[in-house]
Every structure is written in structure tokens, then in C-alpha cells.
């Protein structure tokens, strides 16, 4: 599969179903390990790098029972809109984007599984779901370990698990990640303190992009911080009742901000969608909360039905890297507001395949 | 203003020293800064890291590690064997350099463990001994050293080396028998 394939589709096909939420938007599993007796990227040379990859390549790509098909792409080789765009569609991490000369990937055709050979350690698989899905995402990412774990000897100790990089990761190496849209406890301002509360229980919230970064359009991630001394099913279990509380404080904002308000809502979440339909100039931050409200709206029943997918795609290709990939040419900063504006209304005017004459389809999907 | 160090560079760190209640002021560019106060100053290439957050938790501990510095110096220094990191570098870093540095740092480990981590030993999944195809390739690498040793008349290598070979022979064995 050559590169163009991951880049052109700007929804991959993982994220092509209607879920059954509209507060999670998906959920993602990272396996970090090493290479037995093998430096760790911080401190090998180039040449241990080169030894990982095509250690890499001979398990993943030349064995006859390989079931997985993955394609191999190196980092060095890539220019930086490309690699911009990967990061955008979440399937590399922005540190090995950042590389000059090693670092490589594997992907599978629909873009659920990622594994990220000489990033922070030697391996990172990566496995990603729409909706909830910690049990389904985790178990795909365990059988690809396993699979590795069959031709590939790993750092590994009975006393301190799977070694890693960082002692942040060491043990299991698992991070579950889940995003969620949380405009209703942004609005009322209970984020802050439930950040708090979850630091207290071992979880991380951070914005779209992981670590250091803000969140845009009310998307947060939510993730375990601890990965020695807990048993995965333990963090899987522990995550996902976390993210359920989350949800169910979500559910009851957004029932307070109706009762409360409910014109001076309507009238914020319409102008939102007035805005992304005919404003002419978008700069991420607005086409974000504009997005973000439209969510909401839609969610609520104060705005007209528009698929989730819709609106997952419409998140996805105002980005950056997405907008020049779609237009074909690298923009100015101001260029690129003019035509994220122009593409989000080309997107939102698009006939869904599958509304029944504007009838409330968009539930039964 | 250039460096002070250096006198090449473009000077962006300004270091305050106290000598004896009186503060003097000293421009470094950004390498110079490092080698010289390596705790004073984050290098910043990751805003708000968890490696940062570390450093950050254990910024008391310079103070134990320079103690430790002082009494391991006449001993042994403590580097990690196989890829050279110190503690300090950890420290500077947040992450170690191999698979060894856990073993090398054992003593420091436990503690930093138990502020990040819910405990200090790994309840998960246990990995499974190497396959026998994986033994056997070993054993055939360590026949080979073997082979060199005698060559090179180090005979206690050759000697602990055959003891290895016939400890993972025996593995293999038992493994069949298991199986059987």
C-alpha cells in the first residue's frame, strides 16, 4: 500500500460507523517495548536503529503466516506535510514526525493498527477504535505483541514487567486512551476540578494531541498514568469506569445548561452552525468551537441532524496538514483559514448518503 | 551579547550566582549553560513533559546524587555498564538509556517508582520464555564465542561460557520432556 493511500482518504475506515455515543469519539491502545539487550533510542546509535527496523520488517512483513498486511514506511524519506498529516489523523506521534533520520512505521489498511519502531522505545504499537471500545482495542494490540513477541526477545523482568524508556511506562506499558467531547462541563466550568479528581485517581487528561497539548473544540483524552503494580485488565477496568462517570457528569451539564437557558443555548449553538456554513475565513480555534457547538446542537435536538460521521470528518480535514493535502498545494496561514472555511461548507452542504428525505434518519443508523 | 564560554555563540542564558551575598551575572549560550548547571535550567524542547515532571519531583534529589558522587567516586562511578547513563542523566532526561539502567539504578528505582507507579512490582502479563528455536540460536551464538575463547586461551570465559551453553541445553530438554 503506498503512502497516498493513508493520506488522500482524510476519514480512515476504522471511523466510518455511527457509535452509539455522541460524547466518545474513539478509543486508543499503545504497547511500548523493547528489544532485549538493545539500547534504548535515547542513547543507541544508528546503526542498533537500523538493526531494529529490519529486525522489524523480517517479523512483520516477510513471514508466510503474516495476517496483518502491513505497509512500512520510513520516516526520513517523508516531507513534512506528510508527516503532519499522519500526526493529524493520530497515526504516528508528533515526536517521531519530528525525526531527521531514523524512525519508521508499519500500518494497516484500514489505519487501525500503527506500530511506531524507534520512537521513545525500540516498539509502540498502537491500536485505535471508534467509540468505546478499550476490550476490542486492547485485544488487537495484544495479538499483534504476541505475534511480535514470537520472533522478537523483549525487555522484559519478572520484577519490573516490560522496560521501557521512561519509568512512566515500565510494567505494561499499556496506555488506554479515550476521547471525549465534553462541551457541556467545559461550559460550566467543571473541568479544572474534575482534572484534579482524576490526577488523584492515576488518569491523565490532556487535549487532542497528547501530551502538552491544549485542548481544541472541547476534546479531551483520558488516560491511565499508571502502568506498574496494576494487572492491564485492572487499568482497562479502572479507565473505563472513570470515563462512564465522565459521561454520566457530561449527560447531566448538558440537561442543566437546557433547563437553564435553553434559548440563549439554541441561539449559541445555531450561530455556530450559521458561522461554519457561510463565514468565508475559519481559523482552527473557530472552526473547532464551531464544530465543538454543532456537536452539541445536533446532540441536543436544537439543530438540524447531521451524521456524526459528518462531523467527524468535518474535525478530521480542518486541520492544517489535511486542508493543503485536499487543495493540493501548501498555504499561508491566512490562505489556509479562507479555504478550511470553504471546505467545511462543501462538506456540511453534502447530501448524507443516507438521511430519508431530511427524516430523522440520522437516529436509527 | 556573546557567550562568555564560548565567545562564539549568541548568549540567551543569564545565570545568577550569590558569592558571598553579592550577585553576579553570567551570560552562556544554551550548550555552555547546559555543561555547566545542567539542574538549574530546563533545555525546554518538550513544554510540559512527564520527563519534565519528573525532574521536576525529584529536583531535591541533585542534592543526595552529588553525597552519592562523592562516596561511590572512590569506589566505582555510578554509570550504567552498557550504555553509559548516569543518574544524574536521568534525572536531566527522565528516561534511561537501555534496559540495564533498571538494574544499574536499583537502588534509586523503588522510590521513584512508588510517587509515579502504583507499586514497585509488575502484576501483568508475564512474558513467556524465549521459544527453542530462539534457545537454540543462542546456544549456536555461544558455541561460537566458546570456540573463540579457547583460540584465545581465555580459559575462564570458556569455562563459564560452556556452563551457560549446557544450562540452556538442559532447558531445552526439560522443555521437551514437558511437552511430551
Known amino acids: ?365 | 551579547m556573546i557567550c562568555e564560554h564560548c565567545k562564539q555563540r549568541h548568549a540567551n542564558v543569564t545565570v545568577t550566582q550569590v558569592h558571598n551575598g553579592q550577585k553576579v551575572e553570567r551570560h552562556y549560550c544554551e550548550v555552555c549553560a547546559t555543561q555547566f548547571h545542567p539542574f538549574q535550567f530546563d533545555v525546554n524542547e518538550e513544554p510540559a513533559s512527564l520527563q519534565q515532571l519528573i525532574s521536576n519531583w525529584f529536583n531535591f534529589v541533585p542534592v543526595n546524587a552529588k553525597k552519592e558522587s562523592t562516596t561511590t567516586n572512590t569506589n566505582s562511578p555510578k554509570s550504567c555498564p552498557s550504555c553509559g547513563f548516569t543518574y544524574r542523566q536521568f534525572l536531566k532526561q527522565g528516561k534511561f538509556g537501555c534496559g540495564q539502567c533498571y538494574e544499574t539504578f536499583s537502588e534509586q528505582l523503588p522510590q521513584l517508582l512508588e510517587r509515579l507507579q502504583a507499586g514497585t512490582q509488575h502484576v501483568g502479563y508475564m512474558e513467556e520464555g524465549p521459544s527453542k528455536e530462539k534457545v537454540e540460536q543462542q546456544i549456536q551464538e555461544l558455541r561460537t564465542s566458546l570456540q573463540q575463547a579457547i583460540a584465545e586461551e581465555r580459559f575462564e570465559d570458556a569455562a563459564s561460557i560452556r556452563d551457560e551453553v549446557r544450562e540452556l541445553e538442559s532447558k531445552i530438554r526439560q522443555e521437551g520432556e514437558g511437552n511430551a
Open chain 1, 1 to 365: 500500500m503506498n503512502i497516498e493511500h493513508f493520506l488522500t482518504n482524510a476519514s480512515p475506515s476504522w471511523m466510518q460507523h455511527e457509535s452509539d455515543s455522541d460524547i466518545v469519539i474513539s478509543t486508543r491502545i499503545r504497547l511500548a517495548r523493547n528489544i532485549a539487550n538493545t539500547r534504548f533510542p535515547i542513547s543507541f546509535t544508528e546503526q542498533e536503529a537500523q538493526l531494529i527496523e529490519e529486525k522489524m520488517m523480517q517479523s512483520l512483513l516477510s513471514s508466510y503466516d503474516n495476517p496483518y498486511q502491513f505497509s512500512y514506511f520510513q520516516i526520513k524519506d517523508m516531507p513534512v506535510l506528510q508527516r503532519q498529516i499522519l500526526v493529524e489523523k493520530h497515526l504516528i506521534s508528533p515526536n517521531l514526525a519530528r525525526r531527521k533520520k531514523i524512525g519508521s512505521f508499519f500500518l494497516t489498511k484500514d489505519e487501525s493498527i500503527s506500530i511506531l519502531v524507534n520512537e521513545e522505545d525500540h516498539i509502540r504499537i498502537q491500536s485505535l477504535t471508534q467509540g468505546m471500545n478499550l476490550k476490542e482495542a486492547f485485544d488487537k494490540a495484544r495479538n499483534i505483541d504476541r505475534y511480535l513477541s514470537k520472533s522478537i526477545a523483549y525487555a522484559y523482568e519478572d520484577r519490573y514487567g516490560y522496560l521501557t524508556s521512561c519509568p512512566t511506562n515500565v510494567g505494561t506499558g499499556l496506555r488506554a486512551s479515550v476521547m471525549l467531547h465534553l462541551p457541556a462541563l467545559t461550559m460550566m466550568k467543571q473541568m479544572n476540578p474534575l482534572i484534579q479528581m482524576m490526577t488523584r485517581l492515576g488518569m491523565v487528561v490532556r487535549g487532542i494531541y497528547g501530551e502538552g497539548s491544549e485542548n481544541l473544540g472541547n476534546i479531551y483524552q483520558i488516560s491511565n498514568q499508571i502502568t506498574l503494580g496494576k494487572s492491564e485488565e485492572t487499568i482497562l477496568q479502572e479507565l473505563q469506569e472513570v470515563v462512564e462517570q465522565v459521561i454520566k457528569k457530561e449527560e447531566l451539564a448538558r440537561k442543566n445548561l437546557l433547563m437553564r437557558a435553553p434559548s440563549v443555548l439554541e441561539d449559541r449553538l445555531s450561530r455556530s452552525l450559521g458561522t461554519l456554513k457561510y463565514a468565508k475565513i475559519l481559523t482552527s480555534e473557530e472552526a473547532a468551537s464551531c464544530l465543538s457547538n454543532v456537536r452539541l446542537g445536533v446532540s441536543l435536538g436544537l439543530l438540524e441532524a447531521i451524521s456524526q460521521r459528518k462531523l467527524n470528518e468535518c474535525m478530521l480535514i480542518m486541520q492544517p496538514g489535511l486542508i493543503q493535502q485536499y487543495i493540493g498545494t501548501t498555504l499561508q496561514p491566512a490562505e489556509r483559514d479562507m479555504y478550511r472555511a470553504k471546505l467545511l461548507q462543501e462538506k456540511l452542504n453534502e447530501q448524507d448518503e443516507a438521511t430519508n428525505n431530511g427524516e430523522k434518519g440520522e437516529d436509527f443508523l
